[in-house]
């Protein structure tokens, strides 16, 4: 059996210590065994064995690290990847890849020349509820798919004092929450034509829209991403319709809030949602059906098997660049008031389409 690949962990905040850290912990093949931060008591808490520094670009730095995991602040995203990227390490960059579709395309052209693996955290991929809207779009059992509803909400009606809710590069709920919808919208349906955003801050004291629709014009079928803070239950997180019936999904998938509360994949009901989807088929019946158990930890088992040769990259940086040319066009959309198509060139259409 090969080494386990060395990995640095950058940054330990709430997407480090609580997603990152026990997936990480959990991978076969991956050892974790360095971790930026400045907070050292709080990572060696957790993490007694592992060597713990406090400066980023000195974590990357170190010879025996072959990948770099990069959980930091939105805006550190692609100076830090290009910097581990020219160490000569294969990076992990949590959403969002970059905060310009002008660095996505930086990293990719990068990353391209280094030979190196570059990835980006879209764990959303193997939620439970997408898993099976992957099965129901892959089968048919809607027919043509005709329209189709992504919410992503939460209820937190207090302006919180952190860099996620301030007027930053890279912050306010479109950069935390769209790359997630965005993905999901694109591996199911692939690229749009036009795309239209409306942005807004509806708490008092928002620095930062905090309710956003994002409309991505397929012709057939037209896909609606919403989220927001305020909403405090009663929507279905998937609603999609066909010509042959629509499947419904309310909750949100559980892994999160399972590594939150300690749990860790394999641990008895890893990735079990309570929740069941409900088909209501053209005759006006319904039908409650289960869903697959989540498994965030595909990500990083992908990830590995790419390092090593074994397979594909489960991430590529053209699907990354065509996630930030929607976020970043939804943005001008809603400044400039009309729907625009989206920017890639024919190069960036076909890498996307070739899943490289």
Same mark, same amino acid.
């Given at each position: ?12 905040g ?31 808490a ?5 060597n713990v520094v406090a ?8 010879p ?16 830090l ?37 570059l ?11 997408f898993l099976?809207?992957?099965?129901i ?19 937190r ?5 952190r ?8 912050g ?6 769209g790359?997630?919808?965005? *993905?999901?919208?694109l591996? =199911?349906?692939? $690229? ?7 942005? &807004?801050?509806? !708490? /008092?004291?928002a ?5 956003c ?6 012709g ?17 997180r998937?609603?999609?319709h066909g ?23 394999g *641990?008895p009901?890893?990735? =079990?949602?309570? $929740?069941p ?6 005759? &006006?019946?319904? !039908? /409650? ?33 065509a ?8 943005i ?23 899943g490289?």
């Open positions: 059996m090969p080494s386990p690949i060395e990995v640095a962990l950058i940054g330990y709430y997407a480090g210590r609580t997603i990152h850290m026990p997936l990480l912990r959990a991978a076969p093949g991956l050892r974790l065994s360095v971790v930026a931060s400045r907070q050292p008591d709080k990572v060696r957790d993490l007694p064995d592992a400066d980023p670009l000195a974590a990357l730095a170190r025996e690290v072959e990948l770099v995991v990069i959980a930091s602040p939105n805006d550190t995203h692609a100076p990847a290009e910097a581990a990227l020219r160490a000569g390490k294969h990076v992990v960059v949590d959403k969002p890849f970059a905060i310009t579709l002008e660095q996505a395309r930086g990293l990719a052209a990068l990353a391209g020349r280094q030979r190196r693996v990835s980006v955290f879209q764990n959303r991929r193997w939620d439970s509820d099976a809207l992957r099965a779009v892959a089968e048919g059992k809607l027919g043509e798919i005709v329209h189709v509803e992504s919410r992503f909400d939460r209820f009606p207090a302006v919180r004092e860099w996620r809710e301030q007027d930053v590069p890279g306010g709920l479109w950069y935390d929450l790359p997630h919808i965005v *993905d999901q919208a591996q =199911l349906f692939g $690229l749009p034509k036009r795309i239209g955003g409306l942005f &807004g801050r509806m !708490r /008092e004291g620095q930062t829209p905090d309710w629709q994002v409309q991505l014009d397929y057939r079928p037209q896909v609606t991403l919403h989220a927001s803070v305020l909403v405090g239950g009663g929507m279905p998937f609603a999609m010509r042959s019936g629509s499947w419904v999904k309310y909750g949100l998938d559980v892994q999160e809030s399972q590594l939150l509360a300690g749990l860790r994949p *641990d009901g890893w990735g =079990l949602d309570p $929740l989807g409900t088909f209501y088929p053209s005759d &006006g019946s319904r !039908r /409650e059906e289960a869903v697959p158990a989540g498994d965030y930890a595909a990500y990083y088992a992908g990830v590995e098997a790419a390092i090593r040769g074994r397979g594909k990259n489960p991430v590529t940086p053209a699907q990354a660049v996630v930030l040319a929607v976020i970043e066009t939804a001008a959309s809603a400044d400039r008031g009309c729907m625009l198509p989206l920017p890639l060139t024919e190069d960036e259409r076909q890498r996307w389409a070739a490289s």
